[in-house]
């Protein structure tokens, strides 16, 4: 019988970029694993803690402050300690590849770098299930491709600022249309403005001129003119 594969997703240390983390856990859900996500400023021990509550089979870090050579072996050691070190510890971040090279020979799986593919991280933990435990694991059904693939562990366009939307091109038929659009409906809305205004005003202002005026000189004139007559 096919059994999900319980993965527990962390931010260990200072770092305080998460998109990519949360990335990569939607993937992995997506892919029919069940995934735990700690959140941000865990603690080596915590993050153990938590995988020993919630019986994970897999711990992934993501490590985006160049702490990966100090956190990734203190969760490893940690582990062995509570009794879980046969569980897999992977993850990935800005890591180079010698460090990689030297974690992978301390015991830490595969470990990811910006731009690496969240079907990949998947394949691999599938892989490593299946053959440390024997058991097959469950697929979810695959959805459909997205248009472009997200950097898995990377932090994202809007922590950093760049990569801002691209706007429509200005010869564009659709571009046209939608300035025409906006041009028009700008043009109701003064027109609905204008039309909206309170008509009192103008009657209120002539009204008040009227009344300023004295009564008693208009007077005088006119009987002024019939004596002459």
């Known amino acids: 019988m096919r059994r999900k594969i319980r993965v527990l997703v962390g931010k260990p240390g200072l770092d305080g970029h998460d998109r990519g983390a949360k990335v990569v856990a939607a993937a992995l859900r ?30 992934a870090l993501s490590v985006l402050s160049g702490a990966h050579m100090t956190l990734f072996p203190e969760v490893l ?30 015991g830490v799986g595969r470990l990811f770098g910006p731009g690496s593919s969240t079907q990949d991280i998947a394949v691999y933990i599938r892989d ?26 990377s932090a994202s366009a809007a922590e950093t600022g760049h990569h801002a939307p691209r706007p429509a091109a200005a010869g564009s038929s659709g571009a046209r249309g939608a300035t025409r659009t ?12 204008r039309t909206t205004a309170s008509p009192t005003r103008p009657a209120r202002k002539k009204a008040a ?18 004596r002459g007559r």
């Open 182 to 193: 906006a041009t028009a409906q700008r043009a109701r809305a003064k027109t609905t403005r």
């Open 30 to 59: 997506d892919a029919g694993m069940e995934v735990i996500y700690t959140g941000l400023h865990q603690s080596p021990d915590q993050i153990v803690e938590a995988a020993l509550q919630e019986d994970v089979d897999v711990v």
């Open 77 to 106: 050691e940690r582990m062995r300690r509570r009794g879980i070190g046969d569980k897999l510890l992977t993850g990935g971040g800005i890591i180079p590849p010698e460090d990689m090279e030297t974690l992978a020979k301390q």
């Open 128 to 153: 490593w299930f299946q053959k440390t435990t024997g058991d097959e694991p469950f697929v979810a059904p695959p959805l459909p491709a997205p248009s472009a693939t997200p950097d898995a562990w």
């Open 209 to 226: 001129k009227r009344v300023v005026k004295p009564a008693g000189r208009g007077t005088t004139r006119r009987s002024a003119k019939r």
